[in-house]
């Protein structure tokens, strides 16, 4: 069903993607609940409504749902046990929770991906210090150890050889469930970012290059340079994980690009994604009103690139001076962080080329 101009969509969130979405659906003509537990904000200061609460507070959250035409969200960490909730009482809620449960969960990502028929790079699960010392033997004697949830923009992971401290590395991670991947010999990153709609229509983006500095996404530009035969490569992939998934909304798909052009599948993302910020500028329908549209069950807009791109986050202290920290000519959207910390995503910005 198709929501009518003046539906109030709730947004579980309160972040910049939030707040970018809110913006949006208010561009769409609907109104916007946000959810979540801290009273300012990124995206309650743009929309219509908020109300304060835990996400595992089940009779808050379904009061508050309720009250909306239809649930979406803006990061993978809300719980999945919240969003089956709201389904099993009658709530529309898009993306479900399928998204959820395997974007949470590293080892039943990469296990989905590969079931999907998308390759990944080797890995191995551990539990403890002596599954790591295995684990290293197993994929060549180096590897990223990476906890199995949360950790994002670098965080949660340890770059370790045979021969380092298995225990004291495990006791880093706090002895959390994790996985080891192989260090891939990557030529460049890409990322997929694709919008599906309640009727299974399906539409991909130009596929933009990914730079990072330090696990923190620092640049992304289009075109991205690679091999026409390997976008369209990653375009598919990121196309039938949403099927798979039975997605509703934007869902981003990471890959590593290797020396031959072929591809293996880095990270799942079951929202609108950073690699994917130029897309308000530079194409016809930007990702987060192509998200609105999706889970407002209307009719995905056109992807069409009408520029060359370039976007770049302003981290941290630069957000303070951000026409000093972008390139001249660049569009620049702030995301309303009331506290600059070093690395922190303060904002970005968009540069256009004709």
Known sequence: ????????????????????????????????????????????????????????????????????????????????????????????????????????????????????????????????PQDLARALTQLGGAGILKTRREGYDGKGQLRLVSGDDCEAAFSRLKAQPSILEAIVPFSCEISAIVARSITGESLCYDIPRNHHVEGVLSRSSVPSGVDQTTEAKAREAAICLAAALDHVGVLALEFFVLADGSLLANEVAPRVHNSGHWTPEACRTGQFEQHIRAVAGWPLGSVERKYRAEMGNLLGHEALAPFEAAPAGSVITLYGKREAKAGRKMGHWVRLVD
């Open 1 to 128: 069903m198709m929501l009518p101009v003046g539906a109030k969509i709730g947004i579980i969130g309160g972040g910049q993607l939030g707040r970018m979405l809110a913006v949006a659906a208010a561009r769409l003509g609907f109104d916007v609940s946000i959810y979540c537990p801290e009273a300012d904000c990124p995206a309650g200061r743009v929309a219509q409504q908020q109300t304060i609460g835990r996400y595992d507070h089940l009779p808050s959250v379904l009061d508050w749902a309720r009250s909306c035409d239809v649930v979406t969200y803006e990061f993978e960490n809300v719980p999945v046990d919240t969003v089956h909730y709201l389904v099993s009482s009658g709530c529309d809620v898009r993306p479900g929770a399928r998204s959820l449960e395997i974007a949470q969960d590293r080892l039943a990502e990469k296990a989905f991906l590969r079931d999907a028929g998308i390759e990944t790079a080797p890995y191995v699960a551990v539990n403890g």
